[in-house]
């Protein structure tokens, strides 16, 4: 079953734009990773914010969690063309649960020049 | 390191025939994941190795589908016979350890099943 769940499914902004895709989850996690996955590749990991953390920054990426609201936001700030791509959210489940990340559908941004 | 390394990258193959996909992890991780990607469906966990050793399958969706991990630099994922729902792109991955690392992708193998 699908634990992250993406919103916006799809973002079109302008070069230079701040881009802020949103990731909603159910159950208590350790901790949140956001992964970014170009056409036809493999997903990349990003950033990983722990359960105790309410901000993190990745050059020109910001992370938040709010465990009390069981969401996180990814903002790209400046965007650029080669960040078009899809941008996914992933969850360690604390509990015992599975020793896999389990993913939302993603968010599909398109950066346009 | 080259990263987790998959093969083949694409897989066309007749409905009913045996089709086998091939990983080989980052060395020294201990986690081994078999994930699929549809469009409808997102990204789905199929099954995990911790040490070679099988420890969840829950996402196997039929028994037509098998997995295994005879050594640490090793796995596959055969579905037999093959169908055209399972068309998709099977991706492995692997990670140190359980929780609080990332994980690396492979690049995946896009599968049509015809």
């Known amino acids: 079953s699908q634990q992250g769940e993406e919103d916006p499914q799809a973002l079109s902004i302008q070069e230079g734009e701040n881009a802020t895709m949103n990731c909603s989850y159910k159950?208590?996690?350790?901790?949140l990773q956001w992964y970014r996955q170009n056409s036809g590749r493999g997903l990349v990991h990003l950033i990983l914010?722990?359960?105790?953390?309410r901000e993190k920054h990745s050059g020109r990426l910001r992370v938040t969690l709010d465990t009390s609201k069981k969401s996180s936001s990814l903002l790209i700030t400046a965007s650029r063309a080669a960040d078009t791509a899809s941008y996914f959210c992933?969850?360690?489940?604390?509990?015992?649960?599975?020793?896999?990340?389990?993913f939302g559908k993603g968010t599909h941004l398109i950066i346009q020049p | 390191d080259a990263g987790v390394i998959q093969s083949p990258r694409h897989e066309v193959t007749e409905m009913g025939q045996e089709v086998t996909l091939r990983c080989k992890p980052i060395?020294?991780?201990?986690?081994l994941f078999w994930y699929r990607q549809t469009m409808m469906r997102g990204l789905e966990l199929l099954i995990y190795?911790?040490?070679?050793?099988?420890?969840?399958d829950s996402g196997m969706p039929e028994d037509r589908f098998s997995a295994k991990m005879p050594n640490a630099s090793f796995s596959t994922l055969k579905i037999q016979p093959s169908e055209p729902r399972d068309s998709a792109v099977y991706f492995c991955?692997?990670?140190?350890?359980?929780?609080?690392?990332?994980?690396?992708f492979g690049q995946g193998t896009r599968l049509t099943v015809v």
């Open positions: 914010i722990r359960s105790n953390e």
């Open positions: 190795f911790n040490n070679n050793v099988p420890i969840d």
């Open positions: 992933a969850t360690d489940e604390t509990g015992g649960g599975a020793d896999g990340l389990t």
């Open positions: 991955a692997s990670r140190k350890y359980r929780a609080g690392t990332e994980a690396f």
């Open positions: 159950t208590s996690i350790n901790n």
């Open positions: 060395s020294g991780h201990d986690y």
